[in-house]
């Protein structure tokens, strides 16, 4: 069932990827069905269902960024056999998904009772902030890493599709001696969740239960009733389904605008018949451009000029996957736009003015940086390239800290969040707390109230008022 990526003299590491996901496509295809503006039944191929694989981190505060390059993955059925979910290489950031899940592969599984996974990790490129230096380092490790994750207890595939969830332990994981020298063992935590147990309301997508929250990629082709993109960080080409209920937004208004090559964002959750379901599809870019995504390490002027950015996601025909977790220029005229993703925020009602242009951003902000221009290649020493953006959205961001207020689910309130002692965002800002402002619609993961003093993860939309930073918050959680 799985695909390998063949090589090709001459073609470069690009077309490996490509030829990959051609394969894997062909798995894709049959989960997404076509044909009609509604989700239609998916041809699944008998005896297997759809799995959606997804992989997210538990907070490891120092790191900018981490990225792996992962090789394989396999399942281990109860009866010893082994299931090949990828034999791709697929390269994963992990620091944007702090706290959270993000697919990285969707295949049809044979309906068999699993009992636990392997991967292996050739390498994992990471960018942290040097706490006495106060200087952003960068560091290659090459392994081939492997990782065994046995199951607490036997998971049985049967004809309702799943998310399988492996949760990277990273501040376990990668581990320093004090001088330089880092050892990478990874470690992951498995869970599972089912489409009908929590896709989320609405826009509010859960990756943990079959969701898919602003995945960034190119559009590869549009048929009736659904498209197919090629994401930056997954093994497979992925195919949506849309209705009548599916929105566009950017530079489409519906499916027949999206075009081979353009640069979207796409929410969607898994369905109970295996296929996938758009809810949302925002074109961003168009073809032949580049996209960025990272944390903010300099910003250049006031009203800025220019942001270094650690990368952390991606998409466009130049774009290589050695990209992540090195730095990005980019470039801003006077006729940048500046946007800000309110998809699962409210402004309104705010107790400040939640201001975002060049005249107000940041180092330590997180942001996508959009070129309708193909970037302009560098060294990677120690940018990897330059982009002119033509648009530059800020975007949200995970914290780990301590609360010192009671939290109430459903409360318009707000706390002060001290954050971890080695955090790299304090290392890079000199900020040591952040105001959150937890809205009436912010997801309180628990259900009763959460005691001062409890460590938390959030995540939210970051600004900076008055030298004081606040966090418009989407999701709070006991970390």
């Known amino acids: 069932m799985g695909t390998r990526a063949t090589y090709i003299p001459g073609t470069g590491w690009r077309s490996i990827r490509l030829l990959a996901f051609m394969a894997g496509s062909v798995v894709l295809a049959a989960l997404a069905g076509c044909g009609s503006s509604k989700s239609s039944t998916p041809v699944v191929p008998a005896g297997t269902t759809a799995l959606q694989i997804n992989m997210g981190d538990a907070p490891a505060d120092w790191l900018l960024s981490f990225s792996m390059k992962v090789s394989s993955i396999s399942l281990k059925t109860a009866s010893g056999e082994t299931f090949a979910v990828s034999s791709n290489t697929i390269p994963v950031e992990m620091i944007q998904r702090l706290g959270t899940m993000e697919p990285v592969a969707l295949v049809a599984a044979p309906r068999q009772t699993y009992s636990g996974a392997t991967m292996t990790i050739a390498s994992c490129t990471f960018a942290y902030m040097d706490p006495v230096a106060k200087k952003q380092m960068e560091k290659t490790i090459n392994g081939p890493f492997n990782a065994s994750v046995p199951f607490s207890s036997n998971v049985s595939l049967e004809t309702t599709p799943l998310a399988f969830n492996f949760d990277l332990d990273l501040q376990h994981s990668l581990t320093s001696d004090g001088s330089g020298a880092f050892q990478f063992t990874p470690q992951f935590h498995h869970s599972i969740g089912s489409p009908n147990a929590g896709s989320g309301n609405g826009l509010n997508v859960n990756a943990r239960y079959g969701g898919m929250y602003q995945m960034m990629g190119l559009v590869s082709s549009v048929a009736t009733g659904s498209f197919a993109v090629l994401p930056f960080q997954a093994a497979n080409m992925m195919t949506f389904a849309v209705n009548e209920s599916t929105e566009f937004r950017g530079t489409i208004g519906k499916l027949s605008d999206l075009g081979p090559g353009m640069g979207v964002l796409v929410t969607a959750i ?141 409360a318009t309130t707000s706390f002060t969040l001290k954050l971890m002692p080695d955090c790299a965002f304090t290392t890079l800002t000199g900020a040591t707390e952040i105001v959150v402002h937890q809205q009436a619609g912010t997801n309180v993961e628990q259900s009763t109230a959460i005691p001062a003093g409890t460590t938390l993860r959030v995540h939210g939309l970051l600004f900076s008022v008055g030298g004081q930073w606040m966090l418009a918050a989407s999701t709070i959680a006991s970390a």
């Open 270 to 410: 898994l369905q109970a018949d295996g296929s996938l379901l758009a809810k949302r599809v925002n074109a961003v870019m168009k073809a032949g451009g580049a996209m960025g995504g990272g944390i903010i390490t300099a910003v250049t002027g006031m009203p800025a000029t220019q942001l270094n950015i650690v990368m952390q996601n991606g998409a466009g025909a130049s774009v290589n996957t050695d990209y992540l977790s090195k730095t990005l220029t980019v470039n801003l005229t006077d006729s940048t736009t500046y946007e800000i993703d309110t998809d699962r925020i409210s402004l309104q009602g705010l107790p400040f003015q939640a201001a975002f242009d060049a005249s107000n951003i940041y180092v330590g902000q997180s942001v996508d940086p959009f070129s309708d221009q193909d970037i302009v290649s560098g060294t990677c020493d120690p940018s990897c390239g330059t982009i002119t953006a033509s648009t530059v959205r800020l975007r949200e961001q995970g914290f780990r800290g301590t609360t010192d207020a009671d939290i109430t689910p459903g």
